[in-house]
């Protein structure tokens, strides 16, 4: 019996001893984000970060409301986070040209070809690298099998078929397109966005880079649509909420459409509606041919803050998340991306979720991706102009207003970023 | 008198005053500093002198957000006040005046974001209370997003903060009437008074200097409202409905224009001193009747 005794000791003592040894080894940083719905998987994925190169990530979940102004805050202090999850192309210049972000360069340079094409060029300034990926997303249009099916009806391959589609959905009482503002104003500009570059790609690349006027005819003819449609009544009740409602009415057969980036996938199934059977997904016909081939990308990155002790540590971890195939795996198990690197098997993909196979198919007939509104375009002007495309919403005869306030606010902004507008 | 003596009064003051000192007096003087500079978080802030304050006369979402405000305030006090008053005369004295007493006073005890929330669901169009017993009355024709029509939704707001905070003026109306002698009602009944003389000529001027404590107190609550209109419709559509208190944390932690944010911080603290200063003014002499 002291024999067993001393055995089981023992062997706790060297355990604890490991343990410690190994706890020591182990370096830690800070991540701060603002999807608390994911921190345990944030969690899970740092465990196995700390497994296999000795670096424990560790996730700091913030709200929505208050995360910007707690990194905004933070970065220019020694309590900067060593790693952050952040917003693309303009939402980041003002980071990037305070000077409060590593250049990530030499961790790009390292990833090889582990990730997709063009990703590095859309999270960089001239040569600096600001940001990795840790998202990205096409835009497409959801739709409900049930109500489809019930109608027998299919994607739309014209314009004007899904014009016919949403005057036949408001004959039966069904609302069109679910595009609100019930408590998130930033959703009021995907409509016009999915308009505009569906009238003329170009155009949207020339007015997102201040080449283009917001009196134009082009902006002018995407109002005029919109204003239609909302005219004939074609939208869900602007009050519903597209993370508390538009599952149930989809699931219901009340919702026909909902444009979103593709990471709304999980929100639908967060909110019990399976993929294929309850929701689709299809990227809507061009309304003429200037807008063929275009598609809507948003992309998030996992940006490193210059003035935190832990930064070098975050960059090696990003090596880590750019090139292990063990990152490759936990990212696919735990977040389900679409994926953007050459690591996770697409086989593993397909089995686990078709939706993003569908989605990897048929953005290949769209080379020209095109950057989100959200990000394109200075933040001044995003900003007003999602209270402007609120007012669109409840008021659409104020189109031209709205837009004569658009162009005076980008008169105003441009210059200040070196536009002669 | 020995020295310990002499600094013991302090001594018992400092945690008070350390107190207001670190959680007001010193949040409050940096707020009016930022209202003299521009400063987006991200790089220092910069002297920019009174345009800020100058601004706040030229914005024009300010004077619409300011007239909400003021909506508010006689929306209060004329519902929140007056309705409490007549319902407090109401159940004053009667045998179920304790039930009432509770249903009205139970709201008090939700937090606004709970009551804001719980109103949303009645308004909301999925499906939402009032459009659900619309349609059970077969009045489809007056469904619809209520709190997305520019127009009515702040009084629907308002309508949800007498819901919930009218029970707490009653309350006090009730202590006040309880506190009147009866030998004035009684008096006056001997007189010949009736009950809406009684009330007019005995009840109501010796409820004044509690009238003017509910008052004051609703409306110095008011000028800072920000949880209901925020929760419910976060100021919106398009800003419609946006008070002050809701524009001032839009351009703080939205906009990240903390200069712009402080100096309507600034404002709506004027206004709020202004009003206690005039009800503490009004007050005195109420308060000091009763004593003498």
């Known amino acids: 019996m002291p024999k067993r005794l001393l055995v089981v000791i023992m062997t706790i003592a060297v355990v604890l001893a490991s343990a410690s040894v190994m706890a020591a080894g182990v370096r830690t940083f800070t991540f701060y984000h603002d999807n608390p719905e994911w921190q345990d998987n944030w969690t899970k994925i740092g465990e196995v970060s700390a497994q296999e190169i000795g670096i424990k990530m560790e996730p700091v979940p913030y709200d929505t409301e208050v995360y910007k102004t707690r990194i905004k805050t933070d970065l220019p202090t020694s309590r900067a986070p060593a790693l952050f999850k952040w917003w693309f192309a303009y939402r980041a210049k003002e980071l990037v040209d305070a000077g409060l972000v590593e250049d990530l360069s030499e961790v790009w340079d390292a990833a090889g070809d582990n990730v997709a094409a063009g990703l590095r060029q859309a999270l960089s300034f001239g040569d600096f690298a600001y940001g990795a990926v840790f998202l990205s997303d096409y835009w497409v249009w959801y739709y409900s099998v049930p109500l489809f099916e019930k109608y027998g009806l299919k994607p739309p391959q014209t314009w004007d078929e899904f014009m016919d589609q949403l005057a036949f959905f408001k004959s039966q009482g069904i609302s069109g397109i679910g595009n609100t503002i019930g408590k998130s104003r930033w959703t009021s500009f995907i409509v016009f966005q999915e308009i505009l570059y569906r009238i003329d790609a170009g155009f949207y690349n020339d007015l997102m880079a201040g080449r283009a006027h917001w009196t134009d005819k082009t902006v002018v003819r995407a109002m005029e649509i919109w204003k239609e449609m909302l005219d004939k009544g074609y939208f869900a009740p602007m009050d519903a909420r597209y993370v508390e409602d538009f599952p149930g009415m989809f699931k219901r057969g009340e919702l026909a459409y909902a444009p979103f980036g593709d990471w709304y996938s999980s929100i639908l199934m967060g909110g019990g509606l399976k993929p294929g059977k309850d929701f689709d997904i299809c990227i809507l016909p061009a309304i003429t041919e200037k807008g063929q081939g275009a598609i809507i990308t948003e992309v998030s990155p996992l940006i490193v803050g210059k003035n935190s002790p832990d930064k070098d540590l975050a960059k090696e971890w990003i090596e880590w998340w750019f090139s292990s195939p063990k990152a490759a795996e936990a990212r696919w198990d735990l977040l389900h991306p679409v994926p953007w690197d050459k690591l996770t098997p697409k086989e593993v993909v397909g089995k686990s979720n078709p939706e993003f196979v569908t989605i990897m198919k048929l953005t290949e007939n769209y080379p020209n991706k095109l950057i989100r509104f959200w990000e394109a375009t200075p933040v001044e002007i995003v900003e007003h102009a999602v209270d402007q495309f609120e007012q669109m919403l409840i008021r659409p005869s104020t189109y031209k207003q709205i837009l004569d306030s658009m162009e005076k606010k980008a008169t105003e902004v441009w210059p200040k970023y070196g536009v002669k507008y | ?292």
Request: glycine share 8%; aromatic share 14%.
């Open chain 2, 1 to 292: 008198m020995k020295p310990i003596q002499r600094v013991s009064p302090y001594l018992f003051l400092m945690p008070a005053f350390l107190a207001v000192l670190f959680s007001e007096l010193l949040p409050a003087s940096y707020t009016i500093y930022l209202g003299f500079m521009s400063w987006n978080y991200i790089s220092p802030p910069s002297w920019t002198g009174i345009s800020n304050y100058v601004r706040l006369f030229l914005e024009p979402q300010l004077l619409k957000s300011l007239v909400n405000t003021l909506y508010w305030i006689a929306g209060t006090f004329v519902f929140g006040v007056a309705l409490a008053l007549i319902l407090a005369v109401a159940v004053n004295g009667i045998k179920t005046g304790a039930f009432f007493k509770t249903v009205f006073y139970l709201p008090v005890t939700l937090s606004p974001a709970i009551a804001g929330v719980f109103w949303y669901v009645v308004y909301s169009t999925q499906p939402g209370a009032v459009n659900s017993l619309l349609r059970i009355f077969g009045l489809n024709q007056y469904v619809r997003a209520w709190l997305m029509d520019g127009s009515i939704n702040t009084y629907l707001m308002i309508g949800s903060w007498i819901w919930q905070f009218m029970g707490l003026n009653l309350i006090l109306f009730l202590v006040g009437l309880q506190s009147i002698p009866k030998e004035f009602i009684e008096a006056a009944q001997v007189d010949g008074a009736g009950p809406n003389s009684t009330f007019l000529h005995i009840t109501l001027p010796l409820l004044r200097p509690i009238t003017m404590l509910v008052i004051a107190n609703t409306m110095i609550n008011t000028v800072r409202m920000f949880d209901i209109p925020w929760i419910m419709v976060h100021g919106g559509p398009a800003r419609v409905s946006e008070t002050l208190a809701i524009t001032m944390y839009r351009e703080s932690f939205l906009l990240f224009n903390m200069g712009f944010g402080s100096a309507i911080a600034v404002f709506i603290s004027a206004i709020t001193l202004l009003l206690s200063w005039r009800y503490l003014r009004v007050l005195r002499p109420e308060i000091s009747g009763l004593k003498g």
